[in-house]
Nanobody, 116 residues
Framework: QVQLVESGGGLVQPGGSLRLSCAAS????????MSWYRQAPGKERELVAT????????DYADSVKGRFTISRDNAKNTVYLQMDSLISEDAAVYYC?????????WGQGTQVTVSS
């Protein structure tokens, strides 16, 4: 079955960096664009970044442009989110996602906390 397993979250100081990973299995990973979303307490889930199947094209929310980088390794069935210059507003649960043949698929999420 389809599995998306996020990892790499944690506590980081403002200005710090984290690298999130999402290991995918159970579907032909290289055939799908992948995305990262995040959801902060009391807020709607929002799209952070998207990467196309081959990784040649990416797109970002305005709030993270220039600070976050999405990438993928199709040989490892993994998508990454490099987060630099983190600010308090980046604190959230981060989810990876793809639009499958029948529905949206989500991982369980990984918590990112930004605090001094």
């Amino acid at each position: 079955q389809v599995q998306l397993v996020e990892s790499g979250g944690g506590l980081v100081q403002p200005g710090g960096s984290l690298r999130l990973s999402c290991a995918a299995s159970g579907f032909p990973f290289s055939r799908y664009s992948m995305s990262w979303y995040r959801q902060a307490p009391g807020k709607e889930r929002e799209l952070v970044a998207t990467i196309t199947r081959t990784g040649t094209s990416t797109d970002y929310a305005d709030s993270v442009k220039g600070r976050f980088t999405i990438s993928r390794d199709n040989a490892k069935n993994t998508v990454y989110l490099q987060m630099d210059s983190l600010i308090s507003e980046d604190a959230a649960v981060y989810y990876c996602n793809f639009a499958g043949w029948d529905r949206l698929y989500w991982g369980q999420g990984t918590q990112v906390t930004v605090s001094s």
